[in-house]
């Protein structure tokens, strides 16, 4: 593991770089083949609206995988997380154009803990409504 | 209908060992445009020290939701999945899962709650590899909603 953060440069507070994450329907075909979770409300218009949705939603997990970017891509080595954890709170709807959805993430350095580790709390908002609650991940730092 | 607080605490058997692939962490990380290349390129991986190219964090889920599907189908517990919405997901990780794993998963009821009609199941998946030591534990929060009256 080689985080390329040094624990010690590190405060409580520190921002990390914001990322935006754009998901269109053929983001979401192209995840259901990768991650084998082929719930048609993830593909199917006319499904997902008979289940009570407004439309097709993204998967939870993928938001969760697009979250952890902002941590992975500042730690520098995904394999420096040690707990990752999410809520998911609000669905992404994603329309059928060629816009699709975005997914804003920021995270935040809220505790510094034992062994280099630091607590950092993410936040992901799609259509200006929080979509993932109570996410947070532990990464262990240089 | 609650469902029966006895299954707490109840364990599947472990599963058959999946194998996981370099091919499959590529498509993965395509598929959620993960360009990092600790993700696809072994050399990369060796610089951070790991062995081979790791699995993005929850690349793992695939494998121990999978799993779960041994108790959500359990026909004794009668968990209506028609209803079921994926309410939180936790993993720790001991290390990274990584190419050449063979991952076993055992699944354990953690927790059954019941409020405002739902039925909120916490299911535990440990995730070992093929030498016995534990790679990463997966906490998969799953709530049937109520069924509508009427």
């Known amino acids: 593991m080689a985080a390329k953060i040094s624990y010690a440069d590190v405060e409580v507070g520190t921002e990390l770089p914001a990322q935006t994450f754009s998901v269109t329907r053929a983001t979401l075909v192209q995840y259901a083949g990768a991650s084998g979770d082929f719930n048609p409300i993830h593909w199917n218009e006319k499904f997902a609206v008979e289940v009570g949705l407004p439309d097709v939603i993204a998967h939870g997990m993928f938001t969760m995988a697009e979250a952890i970017r902002v941590v992975t891509d500042w730690a520098g080595d995904p394999g420096a997380v040690v707990e990752y954890g999410v809520r998911f709170t609000k669905p992404v709807v994603v329309p059928n154009d060629d816009k699709g959805a975005t997914v804003e993430v920021s995270g935040k350095v809220a505790a510094k803990l034992d062994d280099n580790t630091v607590r950092v709390d993410l936040t992901a908002t799609s259509a200006g409504q929080k979509v993932l609650g109570m996410s947070r991940a532990v990464v262990r730092l240089a | ?150």
């Open chain 2, 1 to 150: 209908m609650a469902l029966d607080q006895s299954f707490v605490g109840r364990s599947y058997p472990p599963t058959d060992p999946y194998e996981v692939g370099r091919e499959k962490i590529r498509e993965f990380a395509e598929a959620v445009g993960d360009s990092n290349p600790v993700y696809t390129d072994p050399e990369a991986a060796r610089a951070l020290g790991h062995p081979d190219v790791i699995a993005p964090p929850t690349f793992v889920f695939a494998i121990t939701f999978k799993a779960a599907g041994q108790v959500v189908q359990d026909p004794q517990l009668g968990l209506d999945y028609s209803r079921v919405v994926h309410g939180d997901q936790k993993f720790a990780y001991t290390r990274p899962v990584r190419a050449g794993d063979r991952l076993t998963v055992t699944s354990t009821i953690e927790s059954i709650k019941s409020l405002a009609g739902n039925d909120i199941l916490d299911v535990r998946g440990e995730v070992h590899d093929e030498a016995g030591e534990h790679v990463v534990t997966a906490v998969t929060k799953l709530v049937a909603r109520a069924a509508e009256v009427g």
